[in-house]
């Protein structure tokens, strides 16, 4: 079992729609989550941090649940511009320098 | 404020050779790591430098080695090339050890080993 784990997609969805994506972590000493944006052949991006308490930035909004070892991200009123890979990043102590990143969630928005 | 810069771009290599690849890390970060994305795939973490000591290596062989300057940058190099060596890689900085600080990544070097 992967240490993170999304599911991959695609995604296909209409302009203006709102889309969320999952990602779940298996190492309960995981302690700081990002999600990260990274467009075709480039290098990803980071586009969020994601807190206890839950945290928005403008259309994005990201939650974490400990208890059930998941992040999530939701994007409101969707963009042709937001098509791109979405990566979940998780750090533990325990892993000593090491961010643990997900395979990606591909989204798609269509006009 | 100066981004993390890599180089090369592009690089194509033979199987059994051997290659360097260069990072500059973002001004003000004394950390640097590096990763390897496939195709299909999310970045896997290959090590990390801290003030030019290795804090950590992922599941790679010992011919993946690295270093880290003075001035902070950074460079992998990989012996015996594999074809399966064939990927990404990209370097990131960031201002602490990866805990709490987000990684900053460069555009990456795209290699191909034939």
């Known amino acids: 079992r992967k240490e993170v784990e999304q599911d991959p997609g695609p995604f296909n969805v209409p302009e203006g729609a709102t889309v969320a994506f999952n990602c779940t972590y298996s190492?309960?000493?995981?302690?700081?989550f990002f999600w990260y944006r990274q467009d075709c052949r480039k290098e990803p991006k980071l586009l969020m941090s994601?807190?206890?308490s839950g945290n928005e930035d403008g259309r994005f909004t990201a939650q974490l649940n400990r208890a059930s070892q998941y992040i999530s991200l939701l994007i409101r009123d969707s963009k042709l511009s937001d098509s791109a890979t979405y990566l979940c990043?998780?750090?533990?102590?325990?892993?000593?320098?090491?961010?643990?990143f997900g395979d990606g969630t591909t989204l798609t928005v269509k006009p | 404020e100066t981004g993390v810069t890599q180089s090369p771009t592009h690089l194509i290599k033979t199987r059994g050779q051997q290659v360097t690849l260069r990072c500059s890390s973002q001004?003000?970060?004394?950390?640097v790591s590096w990763y390897q994305q496939a195709l299909g795939q999310g970045p896997q973490f290959i090590f990390q430098?801290?003030?030019?000591?290795?804090?950590g290596r992922g599941n790679f062989p010992p011919r993946f080695s690295g270093l880290q300057f003075p001035n902070y940058s950074s460079e992998l190099n990989v012996n015996a090339l594999e074809l399966d060596d064939s990927a990404l890689y990209l370097c990131?900085?960031?201002?602490?050890?990866?805990?709490?600080?987000?990684?900053?990544f460069g555009n990456g070097t795209r290699l191909t080993v034939t």
């Open positions: 990131a900085s960031s201002l602490d050890r990866g805990l709490i600080s987000p990684l900053h």
């Open positions: 190492n309960s000493a995981s302690q700081s």
């Open positions: 994601v807190y206890s």
């Open positions: 990043v998780v750090n533990a102590d325990t892993n000593a320098g090491k961010s643990t």
């Open positions: 001004s003000g970060h004394n950390t």
């Open positions: 430098y801290y003030r030019e000591e290795e804090n």
